[in-house]
């Protein structure tokens, strides 16, 4: 898998924090069962680790890491059974090591430098973060004119209201948010409600 092929398995990708290992595989069958298969959990509390190796067991689903910061954090990640790896922004030892890893790899960009350095290593495929904090849609327009060979998962204060409007533009193949995937004890029924509702936005 690519991480191109990782973008377009559906509309919505959750952006999950696990506190409680416990919670892990209900929340992902909640998920994959409201048609949202692609999950990234990530790396902000101690229960990640473990939550992404009991989510692998969840048919259907494909489990990535996402606040990978640096080689040490994309090593655990990848120990734990990370299918791809998302990071909030990129440097260039982050980059060689996920490229190294052959792993699909999704870095945060935020500005036309940050894309350069991207494209540098070969990379071309991007999450835009912080999304609404760096000029919202009409930052990400504006970027995809000179880098129009780029494709994009905003991420960020992105939520059910606004994530239609931004599918709607071209270059974007999905959207990250946590809204879909509230924290805490997973209420399963909302979840699958919430996830439902993501896939239908396109
Ligand atoms: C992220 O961690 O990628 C984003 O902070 C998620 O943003 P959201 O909570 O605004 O959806």
Not at 10 to 19: C, E, G, T, W, Y
Not at 25 to 42: D, I, N, S, W
Not at 57 to 62: F, L, N
Not at 74 to 79: E, F, G, H, N
Request: net charge neutral; proline share 8%; glycine share 10%.
């Amino acid at each position: 898998m690519t991480i191109d092929t990782i973008m377009r398995v559906a509309p919505v990708i959750p952006v999950i924090v696990i506190d409680d290992v416990a919670h892990a595989v209900p929340l992902a069958q909640a998920l994959v069962a409201g048609g949202l298969r692609v999950l990234e959990v990530t790396l902000r509390t101690p229960a990640a680790l473990p939550a992404i190796a009991a989510m692998k067991q969840v048919s259907g689903a494909i489990v990535g890491a996402g606040t990978v910061t640096n080689q040490r954090e994309l090593d655990a990640a990848l120990d734990a059974g990370a299918e791809f790896i998302v990071s909030p922004g990129l440097t260039e030892p982050l980059g060689k090591a996920a490229i190294a890893a052959g792993v699909p790899f999704l870095p945060g960009i935020a500005n036309a430098g940050d894309i350069m350095r991207g494209l540098d290593l070969g990379l071309d495929r991007f999450k835009f973060f912080p999304a609404m904090a760096s000029g919202g849609l009409p930052t990400l327009k504006a970027l995809s004119g000179p880098f129009s060979q780029c494709r994009f998962c905003p991420t960020g204060g992105i939520v059910k209201n606004n994530a239609a409007e931004w599918l709607a533009f071209d270059p974007i193949l999905c959207v990250g948010g946590s809204w879909v995937a509230p924290r805490g004890a997973p209420d399963t029924a909302l979840i699958e409600q919430l996830a439902r509702e993501a896939c239908a936005l396109r």
